[in-house]
């Protein structure tokens, strides 16, 4: 399919995922998919992740209550790289947790593959912005813990350490400790340790919103890489629309609060991308006009708390 710039740039409604890896990958066009006679019934396919009419009141110490999120239904396919964008407070985070399995909803299921989420798995792992990664643990003791913790055999973790830390570009900083590394390296690091348990779910909270714009493009080529290499779902939650349209298969934006999906913007641009790209750029804008709105709601929420005061 020829992309032009007005399929590229329009909002779109539901669309059947096709991944980025049967088009083009790193500017290699990948082998042909042979096309088989459309079987009369169509096998159905079910989605990796599916939050169907999701809603989340939170108590508050006023009795009220705040619904963060309200009645949200969103599908993600196995192997589709999702953007979540939305303004500060529209319940980013609280979306990630419940898909986390971290917190329960008020109403609504959270499906992956179909089953009912109950609580946290190893099938999903959650990467946030601070990390999390043990100080009194080198490079490598970081990697391994979580397969420690899964009693996986000495000979086996090492064999992983050994191809996370490659996969990451690490393994010269294998015996270093935490605070030795710059902050891109802390990203990756934290990467190969959310990797090392093999999830089919990464959700990755602004991971890298603290990075220098220099860091955090090369970190947007090996993340790419890596998700293409793994195969694995990314839900990736940010407030940067350039960073969603260089990153996504497709955009999800949410509403300030109570955080409703408010569009959906389909990226099919190939990759790998540059943050620079003219498309990407007319991508972000697109996305930009639609989200300043919902960035006014939350100033002018914000403003009348203050004058309340
Ligand atoms: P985002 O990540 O989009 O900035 P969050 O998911 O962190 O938003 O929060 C959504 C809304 O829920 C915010 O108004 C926030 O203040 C509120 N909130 C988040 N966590 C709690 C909590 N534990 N108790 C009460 N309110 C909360
Ligand atoms: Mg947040």
Redesign the pocket.
């Known amino acids: 399919m020829s992309v032009s710039p007005r399929n590229v740039l329009q909002p779109v409604a539901r669309v059947p995922y096709r991944g980025v890896r049967d088009t083009v990958f790193h500017g290699k066009p990948l082998a042909p998919v042979t096309e088989f006679p459309a079987p009369h019934v169509a096998e159905p396919v079910v989605p990796k992740v599916a939050l169907d009419g999701i809603s989340l009141r939170?108590?508050?110490t006023s009795g009220e209550g705040?619904l963060?999120?309200d009645n949200i239904s969103l599908e993600v396919e196995a192997g589709e790289f999702l953007c979540v964008v939305?303004?500060?407070?529209?319940?980013?985070?609280?979306?990630l947790?419940l898909i986390a399995g971290l917190q329960p909803q008020t109403s609504g299921t959270v499906l992956v593959d179909g089953k009912p989420v109950q609580g946290p798995g190893t099938d999903r792992i959650l990467i946030f912005q601070e990390l999390g990664l043990f100080p009194w643990l080198t490079v490598g003791g970081n990697v391994e813990f979580g397969l420690k913790m899964k009693n996986v055999p000495k000979a086996e973790r090492e064999e992983k350490v050994q191809h996370l830390l490659r996969l990451v570009q690490l393994s010269k900083f294998r015996d270093s400790y935490i605070h030795q590394l710059s902050g891109g390296m802390r990203q990756r690091v934290a990467l190969a340790r959310a990797l090392a348990t093999g999830p089919d779910v990464l959700l990755m909270?602004?991971p890298f919103a603290a990075l220098d714009a220099q860091t955090r493009d090369l970190l947007h080529d090996e993340l790419e890489r890596i998700w293409a290499e793994t195969g694995c779902t990314i839900i990736f939650?940010t407030?940067n629309v350039r960073e969603a349209a260089r990153l996504a298969d497709r955009v999800a934006l949410?509403t300030f609060?109570p955080?409703r999906v408010k569009e959906e913007f389909r990226v099919n641009l190939p990759r790998p991308r540059h943050m620079e790209h003219p498309d990407v750029t007319r991508m972000a804008r697109t996305i930009l006009d639609c989200l300043r709105e919902e960035i006014n709601k939350s100033l002018e929420v914000e403003y009348a708390d203050e004058k309340a005061r």
């Open positions: 939170y108590r508050t705040l963060a999120l939305g303004p500060s407070g529209c319940g980013k985070s609280t979306l947790h909270d602004e939650v407030h949410l609060r955080g």
